[in-house]
């Protein structure tokens, strides 16, 4: 088989290199780290080595076989420059990974990450004897990279120095400057007229946006069977950029539509219904979709068979319906149901119809009617062939489309410069805005239902309006959600995941993310497909509503952690917003368009990052951080506290994401709370002053109070007391140093009346006294108000505090014995 044009060269490269889990294995590994310290650079290091891979191998090819060399012969240099762009942040991976600290790809980097197991699987991938030639080629791959330590490497492979660059750094301005700028950087590396950059406009619908992207590359690459205009490199939801020949915009538009239509109906990605059950029909999306009848026919027979197989409003399920009756099901939907016709010419028939009517009554007459002439289909065959040739022309009618739905949509994605025209009020999509003459009728399950509030309708208007691209828009997001076992008028949330706004133009999971309700989530075929991207994003339905075991607000934030752990695992960003929402990428790794308080309160709202940033990065601004590391460490102290004290709803327990907070959550509802790991590290890490604070007042309370080991009583007594003493000096206006000295001295007049404190200072007594003020200055809680709101709180948070300390100390004492 030959590949003699670009684009079927490109396809070739990438399942020759799809074929193998490198890209999967560098998903697995990197897709937790962040592959930028600039916090306005977010995307995942798995994200940014594959878009680099993806756009440095596509520009190799497409310059290989343009200039006549045969892909096939090129096999070694594609698997070369893959491994080398895999390996191209090396130095930022064995940081991450291993907490090897090196300057640039050295080969100290370079030791560390094979010595602890090749997690990409290179040399799996690219076999033994090519670690020279890869470290030769990384240390060339940033322009700024100290390349001494490969200098006089001899190389067969020099030549993919050129493109290691070009995917590392169009990749890297992508991501700071927006596809644009790759554009003209691209264009400065390569002949400019083989450089093209696609401008489209993003439409409101997110699915078929997706959708319209997918065809958009696909007729680019002459996956429609049409003529090939060259290998794309990558997209944004708005843009596509490739190498190639110039295409005509008109002729792309006309093939995309072709293609788009097409893809949505012969493939298995989507099922287009009518409404059907016992008493009523509806052609719902078939009236409007631009189809062809006959296809919209089979679609009303299928629809009908799947009723009458299963049984319903007491008609006997079918085990057997003959192909033949095919035909005169939409035959019958619209006779019967549609106009509602219960006049007859058959004798026979009519007196059939009417022992039904009088047995069933009129609601069930016409599911029985339809189950009766189809268990008798033979006797009735005549009567049925003379209502089809009736009622065809009718039917026909219906089933052509007064809009075309795709037709509309594609226009609106290919110009530019247009923007849909609003209708009036009356005569407005309650969805987009755009014009619409059609009534939204999709009843009680429905995503919004038929008559609820909208501020497009007046208060008493019977309908609402809804336009024919909204109204396929629907009926992809309703079969999406069936498939995903989503209940329509369940609280429907939708979750975007994608790897970046701008992705380089390789497969890289088979079928969209799969996602289970519960405390479970799967996110379905995590295997590497050998084809062009689709989708650019992934558009995963879910219900936020209550779970029978716990409440409404606490189910929607365990299904948050869900949804960020899949995030992190994949190494995608995800957006979380309502159904029929345009998606809109961010510089976060995890952002809740719609979220509640107590997300807001808890941090569980954004997150930023993927990770921390490193520790040589200092914002010197103060600023919080906020990485989906830290959300799941979190998420994961509240299950585990949540859980040992049985709680149907643990996230609604704690009120904020501090020191003190979670000391007082933790200590109140776990016995061993001292000794939670996972507390341990989240508060050393996340809160160090607040922590180190406390500890330093526990330290003094030792210094006065002495050790401590029985009752929580004992333990909190002279904490307690200060609290006490601060509260009634403030109660009473005393002033600043008034009220120290008051502290002070109430605090050592109960240390001093304790047989099991020893000697006691005022000394000792004042440092206490100032460690607890300074604390409760630095943290906000010095008024009245707060003291008296977080007194308990306070006094759990110091008892996690003094029993740490205490834990220290002994181990202080073992490892001097030892």
């Known amino acids: 088989m030959t590949h003699d044009t670009p684009a079927s060269a490109a396809r070739y490269a990438h399942e020759y290199i799809l074929d193998t889990p490198l890209v999967g294995n560098i998903l697995e590994h990197a897709g937790e780290y962040d592959a930028k310290t600039d916090p306005e650079e977010t995307t995942s290091l798995a994200a940014h080595v594959i878009n680099a891979m993806t756009i440095g191998v596509n520009t190799f090819v497409y310059n290989a ?48 990450y094979f010595e602890n197991g090749d997690d990409f699987g290179v040399e799996a991938f690219l076999g033994d004897g090519y670690r020279d030639d890869l470290h030769y080629l990384v ?173 319903t409003a007491g008609v006997e399920g079918f085990e057997h319906i003959p192909d033949d009756f095919d035909p005169y099901f939409p035959i019958l939907a619209k006779a019967v149901y549609i106009d509602g016709q219960s006049e007859f010419d058959d004798e026979d028939v009519q007196a059939v119809y009417d022992d039904i009517y009088e047995e069933q009554g009129p609601q069930k007459v016409k599911i029985h009617f339809v189950a009766c002439l189809l268990r008798n289909f033979e006797e009735h065959r005549e009567f049925l062939e003379k209502l089809r040739e009736g009622v065809r022309p009718r039917l026909h009618n219906d089933l052509e489309a007064e809009s075309d739905a795709i037709g509309s949509v594609v226009d609106r994605f290919f110009d530019a410069t247009m923007s849909p025209s609003l209708g009036s009020k009356e ?253 341990e590290s989240y508060l050393e890490t996340y809160h160090t002053d607040q922590l180190m604070d406390m500890k330093t007042v526990a330290e003094r309370g030792v210094d006065l109070f002495g050790e401590q080991y029985d009752s929580k009583y004992k333990k909190t007594k002279i904490f307690r007391e200060a609290i006490d003493a601060f509260l009634s000096g403030k109660n009473q206006r005393m002033s600043d140093d008034g009220l120290r000295d008051h502290v002070a001295a109430q605090v050592y007049d109960a240390a001093d009346r304790e047989d099991y404190a020893g000697y006691v200072t005022t000394e000792e007594a004042e440092a206490f006294v100032d460690a607890l003020e300074a604390y409760l200055v630095e943290n906000e809680l010095d008024t009245l108000e707060k003291l008296s709101d977080w007194e308990n709180a306070l006094v759990n948070s110091y008892l996690y505090a003094y029993e740490q300390t205490l834990y220290e100390d002994d181990n202080d004492d073992e490892s001097s014995a030892n």
């Open 65 to 112: 076989v343009d200039g006549g060399r045969d892909i096939m012969e090129l096999e070694e240099d594609l698997s070369v420059l893959a491994a080398a762009l895999a390996l191209h942040d090396t130095n930022k991976y064995v940081r991450e990974a291993y907490g090897v600290e090196a300057e640039g790809n050295t080969g100290e980097a370079f030791d560390a």
């Open 427 to 679: 005569e407005m999509c309650f969805l987009c805005g755009a014009e619409a003459e059609t009534d939204y009728q999709k009843g009680l399950s429905a995503v919004y239902r038929t008559q609820e509030f909208s501020r497009r309708v007046r208060p008493h208007a019977k309908y609402k309006k809804i336009c024919e691209v909204c109204n396929l828009e629907y009926a992809l997001l309703a079969d999406t959600c069936e498939r995903a076992d989503v209940n329509l008028n369940a609280n429907v949330g939708i979750a975007y995941y994608y790897f970046d706004k701008f992705l380089g133009d390789m497969r890289l999971r088979g079928g969209r993310v799969g996602f289970q309700q519960g405390e479970t989530i799967d996110l379905g075929d995590t295997e590497v497909e050998k084809s062009l991207v689709r989708p650019q994003y992934y558009v995963q339905p879910f219900n936020f509503g209550g779970h029978p075991a716990m409440g409404e607000k606490n189910h929607r934030m365990v299904v948050v952690r869900q949804l960020m752990q899949a995030a992190r695992d994949a190494g995608m960003k995800v957006v979380l917003g309502r159904p029929f929402t345009r998606f809109e990428s961010t510089d976060a790794a995890f952002v809740d368009e719609d979220a509640i308080r107590q997300q807001e309160l808890l941090g569980l709202d954004t997150a930023e990052r993927f990770g921390p940033l490193p520790s040589f990065v200092d914002r010197g601004d103060g600023h919080k951080q906020s990485n989906l590391r830290r959300a799941l460490s979190l998420c994961k102290i509240i299950a585990i506290v949540g859980q040992k004290a049985g709680m149907r709803n643990p996230y609604l327990q704690l009120d904020q994401d501090t020191f003190h907070h979670l000391a007082d959550f933790a200590v109140r509802n776990h016995e061993n709370a001292t000794r939670l790991s996972n507390l």
């Open 139 to 311: 240390q060339r791959t940033e322009v700024n990279e100290d390349s001494t330590e490969t200098r006089g490497t001899e190389t067969a492979f020099a030549v993919l120095e050129r493109y290691c660059r070009i995917g590392d750094q169009v990749a890297s301005v992508i991501l700071r400057d927006g596809i644009e700028r790759g554009f003209v950087e691209l264009r400065k590396k390569l002949d400019d007229d083989e450089v093209h950059l696609i401008e489209l406009t993003q439409v409101e619908q997110p699915i078929l946006n997706d959708e319209l992207l997918g065809a958009t590359k696909e007729v680019i690459s002459g996956q429609d069977d049409g003529e090939e205009y060259g290998v794309v490199v990558g997209s944004t939801p708005n843009c596509v950029l490739y190498l190639g020949d110039e295409v005509d915009r008109d002729v792309l538009r006309e093939r995309v539509g072709s293609h788009l239509s097409q893809q949505l109906v012969e493939t298995d990605r989507y099922s287009f219904s009518c409404k059907l059950n016992w008493n009523s029909f509806d052609y719902d999306i078939l009236s409007e979709f631009s189809l062809d009848p006959e296809k919209k026919k089979e679609i009303i027979a299928t629809t009908f068979r799947d009723l009458l197989a299963d049984g």
